[in-house]
Nanobody, 124 residues
C-alpha cells in the first residue's frame, strides 16, 4: 500500500517560516520524483517544488524561488519543504505527490500518488 503523509503545516505571520515533511511508504523511493503542490479555493492545484530522488535535481515555481527549499532524505524516504519569508499568498493546502514520469514536474496529471494535505496559513 502506497502512503504519503504530510505534516508541519500551521499558522504563521508574514515573514515567518515553516518546514513541511512528506513521509512516504509503499514505493521504491529512489525511482520517484516527489513534489509539493498547493491549492486554494477556486484555483487549480499548482506545483510548488519537486525533487527527483534519482539525480537530486530540484525544481521550483517562480514565486517561491529563493524562499523555499526542497530536500530529500533517501534513508528515511522523506521529503521536506523549508519555507522562509512566507507571504499571505502562500496560504493554501499543501500536498505531496509521487510520480514515475517526471518529464513535466508541475503537471498534476502525471502524479500517481497523493497525500491528504496539510494547511499552511500566513496572516498579514
Amino acid at each position: 500500500q502506497v502512503q504519503l503523509v504530510e505534516s508541519g503545516g500551521g499558522l504563521v505571520r508574514t515573514g515567518g517560516s515553516l518546514r513541511l515533511s512528506c513521509a512516504t511508504s509503499g514505493i521504491s523511493f529512489n525511482d520517484y520524483a516527489i513534489a509539493w503542490f498547493r491549492q486554494v479555493p477556486g484555483k487549480e492545484r499548482e506545483g510548488v517544488a519537486c525533487i527527483d530522488a534519482i539525480d537530486g535535481v530540484e525544481e521550483y515555481e517562480d514565486s517561491v524561488k529563493g524562499r523555499f527549499t526542497i530536500s530529500a532524505d533517501n534513508a528515511k524516504k522523506t521529503v521536506y519543504l523549508q519555507m522562509n519569508s512566507l507571504k499571505p499568498e502562500d496560504t493554501a493546502i499543501y500536498y505531496c505527490a509521487a510520480s514515475r514520469w517526471g518529464e513535466t514536474w508541475n503537471d498534476r496529471h502525471l502524479y500517481d500518488y497523493w497525500g491528504q494535505g496539510t494547511q499552511v496559513t500566513v496572516s498579514s
